[in-house]
């Protein structure tokens, strides 16, 4: 796995009492999220926006009054929180410290802390530089891509996976922030070296565009981060005139539902996008007008498509709009809302589900694409688009 290419992996939040998804990068980390826009007031917001206006009900009041328990008791209330979701049996449930959520929020603003590497596990083991952030501190320090990369801080991390990479090189065991350092063991052929860099706060790639010789635009969005829909829009407006368009949605596990609606606009001229309940009061969620609707699409997914980009993918399959190539997505069609509670502490709460323009259920079923592929999923795009007249 490489570059901003982000996949879904399972991770305990503290303690191991609530299980919830994240979205990963080698060096970027954030949780997989249902976060809505206030279609009332017509604003988007952010998880920080969502979390002060939220109406706490069900399991959101029993979580609050255990966290608050536990403050009266002189206990910790991040491990009553933990405790009562997990009773709850809420498969979605989530507890953050103060720090874990703040790491959140950078996540779905673009940002992450790190030090700029993009890097995969080869076969043998051994954890392998693919990319170096231009202006990062691992590009000050002179690092290459096909680099090695065999410790981090003393620890030896050929044969980890990737995961527990970047938690070493986030520092996640010691909460390390922007300006801390970490202690990087090297090898470029014959040479073993070792470097100290700082970590920094730094921008992420959530869009990224390429186009291929025969003319068709590969859009690549690998999390629904703060900018993202309103980047596709401008990468579908740019595209050759008349060509085909793939979004790939492969491995992308979710982020803000506004920006998947904004997203789906740059294909859509207005109407539904997904219908979705929070406490029991239903709501919709529409497409803004002036969308693409006549060049050749196809939307590639597989078992790592969740949450908001299955939500993008039913509304395009629904509205005739995409040809949808791939496999089976993952089935996260639950919405989360959360909630703060004593010491800073939030709890990431299960409260509604959404559904597709035809009234699809998500949750547990995932979305069956209109064609099977699994190896060369992109060449079997492109020869879908040919067919399209793309």
Not at 201 to 213: A, I, K, P, Q
Not at 232 to 253: C, M, T
Not at 263 to 269: R, V
Request: net charge negative; aromatic share 4%.
């Amino acid at each position: 796995m490489s570059g901003r290419d982000l996949f879904c992996q399972p991770r305990r939040v503290r303690r191991g009492a609530a299980l919830t998804l994240v979205f990963a990068s080698v060096l970027v980390a954030g949780a997989a999220t249902g976060a809505l826009p206030d279609t009332e007031r017509g604003e988007r917001k952010s998880a920080a926006d969502s979390a002060r206006s939220a109406s706490p009900a069900g399991h959101h009041e029993s979580v609050t009054q255990a966290a608050e328990e536990a403050v009266a008791d002189g206990k910790s209330p991040m491990e009553a929180a933990e405790r009562a979701v997990s009773r709850s049996g809420d498969r979605w449930g989530a507890v953050y410290s103060r720090g874990e959520y703040e790491e959140f929020e950078e996540a779905l603003d673009g940002l992450y802390t790190g030090v700029g590497l993009w890097a995969r596990r080869e076969r043998d083991g051994r954890i392998e530089v693919t990319k170096v952030q231009s202006g990062s501190p691992a590009a000050g320090a002179g690092i290459h891509k096909g680099d090695l990369l065999r410790s981090v801080d003393g620890q030896r991390v050929d044969g980890r996976p990737v995961t527990e990479v970047v938690s070493l090189l986030r520092g996640d065991a010691t909460d390390a922030a922007a300006g801390t350092t970490v202690r990087l063991g090297l090898e470029r052929g014959t040479r073993a070296w070792s470097e100290t860099v700082r970590r920094a706060l730094l921008s992420t790639d959530s869009v990224t565009v390429r186009e291929l010789d025969d003319g068709i635009t590969v859009i690549k969005i690998a999390a629904f981060t703060k900018g993202s829909g309103e980047a596709v829009r401008d990468a579908v407006r740019e595209a050759p005139a008349g060509a085909g368009v793939v979004l790939d949605l492969r491995g992308n596990s979710g982020g803000l539902v506004s920006e998947a609606v904004t997203a789906a606009s740059a294909f859509l001229d207005g109407g539904l996008v997904a219908t979705y309940d929070v406490d029991g009061r239903q709501r919709a969620l529409h497409a803004e007008t002036g969308g693409d609707t006549a060049r050749p699409l196809v939307a590639l997914v597989d078992g790592g498509t969740m949450s908001a980009a299955e939500l993008l993918t039913g509304a395009l399959q629904d509205r005739g709009r995409a040809v949808v190539v791939g496999s089976r997505t993952f089935g996260k069609g639950s919405v989360q809302m959360p909630s703060r509670l004593p010491d800073g502490v939030v709890a990431e709460l299960t409260v509604g589900h959404y559904r597709t323009p035809s009234g699809r259920g998500v949750d547990g079923r995932g979305i069956v694409p209109d064609l099977e592929a699994d190896d060369g999923a992109l060449r079997q795009a492109e020869t879908v688009l040919g067919g399209l007249g793309g």
